[in-house]
């Protein structure tokens, strides 16, 4: 298991221009809050690999990869539910080129901020929904029993108000 660590110094990788190199490193992530419900890894980090490129202009090019089973609450039931995740996110540093499109947010005097880019890469890798089970019916939108429970359930239909007044016709 590597050392746990929140930013990665590029430059200990002495690197010249079109070499590579990867590390296996141990990142913090922080809990997502995803439609107003918070999603975590039990284990509050996350084992990835760093892949560095040196390129022309003492720039960078980097691949950062990593799994994640995250747990919360089902997004149709509010059931547990948990949803493996792979992340597999890019980034390009050339500050050189002056070029703003060409400058990695994460990156910062040559060093890499490992937290937040695999925060970021979480969250742009997430499914739609995490849901308990694929075929999960979620709640009735009338009382907000959970119909995986009970899938027979149904209430009596509201009258439609436009036909009240036939009601009240009398018919012998």
Not at 14 to 25: F, I, N, P, R, V
Not at 48 to 73: K, Q
Not at 83 to 88: L, M, P
Request: with cysteine; hydrophobic share 35%.
């Amino acid at each position: 298991m590597a050392a746990r660590t929140e930013t990665f110094d590029l430059g200990s990788l002495k690197l010249t221009s079109g070499e590579g190199a990867h590390a296996d490193l141990t990142v913090p992530l922080d809990s997502l809050r995803f439609a107003e419900q918070t999603y975590r890894d039990p284990a509050d980090q996350v084992e990835a690999r760093l892949d560095v490129s040196r390129t022309t202009g003492n720039g960078y090019s980097m691949r950062l990869r990593f799994d994640v089973e995250l747990e919360g609450p089902c997004m149709r039931c509010l059931s547990s539910a948990g949803a493996h995740v792979e992340v597999d996110a890019r980034e390009v540093d050339q500050p050189a080129t002056g070029d703003e499109d060409l400058r990695s947010p994460y990156v910062e005097d040559g060093h890499v901020d490992l937290r937040s880019w695999a925060r970021d890469a979480l969250a742009l890798a997430l499914p739609v929904q995490i849901v308990c089970k694929q075929d999960c019916l979620g709640l009735c939108a009338i009382c907000g029993q959970n119909l995986n429970e009970d899938p027979g359930h149904e209430h009596e239909p509201e009258p439609d108000p436009r036909w009240a007044k036939l009601s009240e016709l009398k018919l012998d």
